[in-house]
């Protein structure tokens, strides 16, 4: 597509449960980023896939986060047993890999209750 | 001490102002510099990208790199309500190293 395509654009679920959370980044870009934005907050780096080579997880921040990346496009990010402090917009980001700026996605906001 | 640190204000203006935004950082080794613009509910967008010192103009937009001083400023001319939005610097030592985020500057321009 055109753009950085993220779904579902919001998400509220049961403290506990488990959500996915979708990326579908621009056709050919080979690096994937994922983060974090809590209101009024900053970008919080979560994890960074770039073409085949092993991602960066260095940013999850408990192992009740994980990502994958099939056929080197379409991200999912998966938050288990979801907790309050997990509410907040999360934002997926492509870009090509020589380099450049990033494309964002809209985000998925999510809010745990 | 973070790498990049940026005022977080909010930042009021009049329409029609002259708006400086800033950010310093400590790794001398960053080379390529940009600024994104973040409206509310949605995602950061490029805005400005510049490599190493210097200025570079688009529009009412004008960003500038003082790399001796670590420093860099986003200016925006003849400001307007609609350039109300969070800017968010970011920059990079390498065009494909992952980018290193200021916390974003709020702006809010008054009509």
């Known amino acids: 597509g055109a753009g950085v395509s993220q779904s579902p654009s919001n998400k509220v679920t049961e403290k506990g449960k488990d959500v996915e959370l979708r990326c579908d980044p621009i056709s050919g870009h080979t690096a994937l980023y994922w983060y974090r934005q809590s209101l009024g907050q900053g970008l919080e780096f979560l994890i960074y896939?770039?073409?085949?080579?092993?991602?960066?997880k260095s940013g999850l921040p408990s192992d009740r986060f994980s990502a994958e990346r099939t056929g080197g496009s379409v991200s999912t990010l998966t938050i288990q047993r979801t907790q309050q402090e997990d509410s907040a917009v999360y934002l997926c980001?492509?870009?090509?890999?020589?380099?450049?700026?990033?494309?964002f996605g809209s985000g998925t906001r999510l809010t745990v209750v | 001490q973070k790498e990049v640190e940026q005022d977080p204000g909010p930042l009021s203006v009049p329409e029609g102002a002259i708006v400086s935004l800033n950010c310093t950082y400590s790794n001398s080794a960053f080379q390529y510099f940009m600024w994104y613009r973040q409206y509310s509910r949605k995602g950061p967008e490029l805005l400005m990208y510049?490599?190493s010192s210097g200025n570079k103009e688009d529009g009412r937009f004008t960003a500038q790199v003082d790399k001796s001083s670590k420093y860099i400023s986003l200016f925006i001319r003849d400001s307007q309500p609609s350039d109300s939005a969070t800017y968010l610097c970011a920059m990079s030592a390498r065009s494909n190293y992952q980018l290193i985020w200021g916390a974003g500057t709020k702006l809010i321009i008054k009509p």
């Open positions: 510049t490599y």
């Open positions: 980001a492509s870009r090509t890999g020589t380099g450049g700026g990033y494309t």
């Open positions: 896939f770039q073409g085949n080579s092993a991602p960066d």
